[in-house]
């Protein structure tokens, strides 16, 4: 069955500095979002991206958040200067449609950790 | 601001029992929902979707959404110990993106 893949699994970065988060969504699909959860907390909607560009994107997803679909295949989301607070698990979903219509596949997820 | 409110548990049923999750949601407009399974650690994984008032069967769930109520619901049947997790209800308000409410933590005993 087709899935979203997504790497690292696992990325600890310090206080400050940059990371970026990899995706490689389903083939056919069109849409792409990524979402995240802190520790115990409900799964926030950050950002919407279709036709290279973003649709829709959270009060979350400020200027320290960028996304990007730098080839066919990848969608990437950078966090500059990290805080503390950016702790948490960063799900990517691809959907072949609209997500009124249609459910996400989700990744399995990265979890950041910043020290 | 659209909401979506799930009691968050843990709802505990006896093995081989029907588990009743519930949720609501804010926005009038919206027309479909979606529930998802997450077991701890991992990410959500769908289950079910719903478009129309009533209920819809797949398999041991049950799905029933009433839109004058703004109130969706999921019934596991004949309940697992391998369905305890956190089950999310998703409501897209107009839009692509969905809002999940917070989940409930099912646990099954056996």
């Known amino acids: 069955e087709p899935e979203v893949t997504q790497t690292p699994s696992h990325q600890v970065t310090q206080m400050g500095q940059e990371v970026i988060l990899r995706c490689v969504p389903i083939?056919?699909?069109?849409?792409f979002y990524w979402y995240r959860q802190i520790l115990g907390q409900k799964v926030e909607f950050l950002v919407s991206?279709?036709?290279?560009?973003?649709?829709?994107k959270s009060e979350i997803f400020d200027d320290q958040f960028s996304v990007e679909r730098p080839d066919g295949s990848n969608f990437t989301l950078k966090i500059r200067s990290t805080k503390l607070e950016d702790s948490a698990m960063y799900f990517c979903?691809?959907?072949?449609?609209?997500?009124?219509?249609?459910?996400?596949?989700f990744g399995s997820g990265t979890r950041l950790t910043v020290v | 601001q659209k909401e979506v409110e799930q009691n968050s548990g843990p709802l505990s049923v006896p093995e081989g029992a029907i588990a009743s999750l519930n949720c609501t949601y804010s926005?009038?407009?919206?027309?479909?929902f979606f529930w998802y399974r997450q077991y701890s650690g991992k990410s959500p994984e769908l289950i079910m979707s719903?478009?129309?008032?009533g209920d819809k069967e797949d398999g041991r769930f049950t799905a029933q959404l009433n839109k004058a109520s703004q109130y969706v619901s999921l019934l596991i049947r004949d309940s697992q110990p391998s369905d305890s997790a956190t089950y999310l209800c998703?409501?897209?308000?107009?839009?692509?993106?969905?809002?999940f409410g917070p989940g409930t933590r099912l646990s099954v005993l056996p």
């Open positions: 719903i478009y129309s008032n």
């Open positions: 998703a409501v897209p308000p107009y839009g692509q993106n969905f809002v």
């Open positions: 979903a691809s959907s072949e449609g609209a997500g009124v219509s249609y459910g996400y596949t």
């Open positions: 991206f279709y036709n290279n560009e973003i649709s829709e």
């Open positions: 926005d009038r407009g919206s027309q479909s």
């Open positions: 083939s056919n699909h069109l849409y």
